[in-house]
C-alpha cells in the first residue's frame, strides 16, 4: 500500500476513517434534523439562562438598595411624625376666629 507518510500510522488512520464516517452521518438527513433541533434547544436555553440572570442581577441589586434606604426611610418616617405633631401643637396654640368676623 503506497500511502503518504502521515497516513501510515495506524492511529491517523483510524482517525481519518472516524472522521468520514462523522461526516457520513452529518449528511443523512434524521442526523441534520437532530443537530437542527439541538442548537434550537441550545440558543433557546441561553436566552432563558440570560434572562434568570438578569433577574438574579435585579434581585441582588434590590435587596441592596432596600438594605441601604431603610435607615434613611426610617429617619424620614420619625422626622415626618415629628413635623406632625408639632404641626399639631403649633395648631392649637394658634387663636381662632369666629368664621363670621
Known amino acids: 500500500m503506497n500511502s503518504p507518510k ?3 500510522d495506524k492511529k491517523t488512520r483510524k482517525w481519518l476513517w ?3 464516517a462523522a ?7 434524521y442526523v441534520q434534523e437532530m443537530l437542527a433541533a439541538l442548537f ?3 440558543v ?4 432563558g439562562a440570560s434572562a434568570a440572570f438578569i433577574l438574579f442581577l435585579f434581585d441582588q441589586a434590590s435587596q441592596r438598595t432596600v438594605t441601604w434606604a431603610e435607615p434613611q426611610a426610617k429617619r424620614a418616617v420619625l ?3 415629628r413635623g406632625v405633631a408639632q404641626l ?3 395648631s392649637k396654640k394658634l ?3 369666629p368664621l363670621g368676623a
Open 6 to 8: 502521515w497516513i501510515s
Open 18 to 20: 472516524s472522521g468520514a
Open 23 to 29: 461526516l457520513l452521518a452529518v449528511q443523512i438527513y
Open 40 to 42: 434550537i434547544f441550545a
Open 44 to 47: 433557546l436555553f441561553a436566552f
Open 79 to 81: 422626622a415626618a411624625r
Open 88 to 90: 399639631g401643637e403649633f
Open 95 to 97: 387663636p381662632h376666629r
